[in-house]
């Protein structure tokens, strides 16, 4: 009895499908989504892969400053020929002039973000691309490559790891050949 309010039992009748859907109706029904669905997935995979690439060479690039940062003008090697105005370092330091401290004709200071990135970007390629390197008095002019520079800069940093305190220098810096990373030139 159905008034005694017990549980109620319902049946359940099985449903029959009179024209079931052919598999290439349902594909079709779901084409447009699914498609839409690829390319957002898609476009979060190029996203994650143009910040990946941001930040190695953000990498790469923090690494050849800190080289360049260690190598030139050290006082504590200025009585050796290696280290003062003359040799790799010499070159190192009209290269930091050329990139850091530009000017124009009237003497005022340059602050090209491009030309920066530029120029570490070729050092690290090390590009044979030739650029004229001039002292700050304007009496020594060096034309140099990009592929010059990098085997200076490469040189220095590694002397100066040979002389460094065993085990304190910057490991980062170096893959354990002498070279630092993956670039061309070793970074």
């Given at each position: 009895?159905?008034n005694?309010?017990?549980?109620?039992?319902?049946?359940?009748?099985?449903?029959?499908?009179?024209?079931?859907?052919?598999?290439?109706?349902?594909?079709?029904?779901?084409?447009?989504?699914?498609?839409?669905?690829?390319?957002?997935?898609?476009?979060?995979?190029?996203g994650m892969?143009?910040?990946?690439?941001?930040?190695?060479?953000?990498?790469?690039?923090?690494?050849?400053?800190?080289?360049?940062?260690?190598?030139?003008?050290?006082?504590?090697?200025?009585?050796?020929?290696?280290?003062?105005?003359?040799?790799?370092?010499?070159?190192?330091?009209?290269?930091?002039?050329?990139?850091?401290?530009?000017?124009?004709?009237?003497?005022?200071?340059?602050?090209?973000?491009?030309?920066?990135?530029?120029?570490?970007?070729?050092?690290?390629?090390?590009?044979?691309?030739?650029?004229?390197?001039?002292?700050?008095?304007?009496?020594?002019?060096?034309?140099?490559?990009?592929?010059?520079?990098?085997?200076?800069?490469?040189?220095?940093?590694?002397?100066?790891?040979?002389?460094?305190?065993?085990?304190?220098?910057?490991?980062?810096?170096?893959?354990?050949?002498?070279?630092?990373?993956?670039?061309?030139?070793?970074?």
């Amino acid at each position: 009895n159905p008034n005694r309010g017990g549980p109620q039992q319902h049946q359940q009748q099985p449903v029959t499908i009179v024209d079931p859907p052919k598999i290439e109706d349902v594909c079709r029904a779901l084409a447009s989504k699914a498609m839409e669905e690829m390319d957002s997935a898609h476009a979060v995979v190029d996203g994650m892969e143009e910040v990946l690439g941001m930040e190695f060479e953000s990498g790469r690039a923090l690494r050849i400053l800190l080289k360049m940062g260690c190598v030139n003008e050290r006082p504590e090697f200025g009585v050796d020929r290696r280290w003062s105005e003359t040799g790799d370092c010499y070159v190192l330091k009209l290269f930091r002039d050329y990139v850091f401290h530009q000017a124009d004709a009237a003497g005022r200071p340059v602050l090209d973000l491009g030309h920066l990135v530029t120029s570490l970007n070729k050092l690290d390629a090390s590009d044979e691309e030739r650029i004229v390197l001039t002292s700050r008095d304007g009496k020594s002019i060096m034309v140099v490559s990009f592929a010059d520079v990098a085997r200076c800069l490469q040189n220095a940093y590694a002397e100066l790891c040979n002389a460094s305190v065993p085990h304190q220098h910057m490991q980062l810096l170096d893959d354990g050949g002498g070279n630092a990373g993956g670039g061309a030139m070793g970074y």
